[in-house]
């Protein structure tokens, strides 16, 4: 099984602090990775998280809140200091793209690769990427602005080919891959084998959502549904309600909410408001929901 990997590089809200950096992250999976949000300071993170510039073809940007995009732009101009040729594909909301445009024509006009751009309707759940391992999805979010979340899907791989099975019935190599996409034996003497008794039932995939920055959204919940790790932002405590709700943004209790009604493996809940030097009022709030509930802290390294 391929390593499914998170690494979270900032987790804090609004602006940059002695304690956080601002929202990003990297999911790796098949030595390709996809950053998620690009805040001040990312490329830093990158370099302190080790993490290769070489292998990010795809960055997602969930809204234009100035904490989840503004190191973008330095972070393209680092990678044609460091003689990137090949495209780095951005997916934003469609109100990224002039802005995004105006800044590559002005302060990165010799960029040796190609910036393209992908538009997103933050307001519908959609395949918005595939490649050979990966399917990413946008997840509507409810914020001051158009926001969606992603949901990281692996690719489902073929069946498990049954070896005795192959061997019994003398199936030749040169089939095997259409085994193990589902396809049946015939014998010799006309006898059909069922693909069932050739091969076993392919490894479940693996998932990851990204949920930040939103308010309680009960409508994220079926799309949710058993995913293995739930990043979901968690910015205020319970006596701070009326705030997350004038900001549109969740509480800690909120976020475990929606971790438990979907039913997902882990919960890790981070864009934390600068009030909190300490968390773990808000991972307590959340524990009383969903006791599979975690910090996200800068250099956290989590397999999916």
Same mark, same amino acid.
């Given at each position: 099984?391929?390593?499914?990997? =998170? #690494? ?19 999911? &790796? ?52 200091? =460091? ?36 538009? +997103? ?6 395949? +918005?990427?595939?490649?050979? &391992? ?36 003398? !199936?030749? &190599? ?23 008794? =050739?091969? &076993? ?21 079926? =799309? ?26 969740? #509480?800690?209790?909120?976020?475990? #909410? +929606? ?34 509930? !975690? ?8 397999? +999916?």
């Amino acid at each position: 099984m391929n390593p499914f990997e =998170l #690494t979270i590089l900032g987790c804090g809200s609004a602006t940059p602090t002695p304690h956080h950096f601002c929202a990003s992250q990297v999911v &790796t999976l098949c030595g390709k990775s996809y950053m998620v949000d690009c805040g001040e300071g990312t490329q830093y993170q990158m370099r302190r998280c080790h993490i290769g510039f070489q292998n990010l073809g795809h960055v997602f940007i969930s809204h234009l809140h100035g904490d989840h995009w503004f190191g973008l732009i330095g972070m393209i101009s680092s990678f044609a200091l =460091l003689g990137r040729t090949y495209a780095l594909h951005v997916h934003a909301p469609v109100q990224l793209q002039s802005t995004l445009n105006h800044l590559l024509q002005n302060y990165c006009s010799d960029t040796p690769f190609e910036v393209v751009f992908h538009a +997103i309707d933050t307001s519908v759940h959609a395949l +918005i990427h595939e490649d050979s &391992t990966m399917k990413v999805y946008s997840l509507p979010l409810v914020h001051g602005v158009p926001t969606c979340g992603f949901l990281f899907r692996e690719r489902e791989g073929g069946r498990h080919i049954v070896r005795s099975a192959i061997d019994f019935y003398n !199936i030749p &190599t040169w089939v095997l891959n259409g085994i193990r996409e589902g396809d049946d034996w015939t014998t010799d003497d006309g006898t059909v084998v069922p693909n069932s008794r =050739l091969t &076993t039932p392919p490894t479940p995939t693996r998932a990851f959502a990204y949920c930040s920055d939103t308010a309680f959204n009960p409508d994220l919940v079926p =799309l949710l549904r058993g995913v293995d790790l739930l990043y979901h932002e968690a910015t205020y405590a319970d006596d701070m309600q009326s705030r997350a709700e004038l900001y549109k943004h969740s #509480t800690a209790r909120e976020a475990a #909410t +929606i971790a438990r009604d979907a039913g997902v493996g882990r919960l890790v809940i981070g864009h934390f408001s600068q009030r909190y030097n300490d968390e773990s009022v808000l991972l307590n709030e959340a524990k009383q929901v969903f006791e599979d509930t !975690i910090l996200a802290s800068e250099g956290l390294f989590l397999r +999916i």
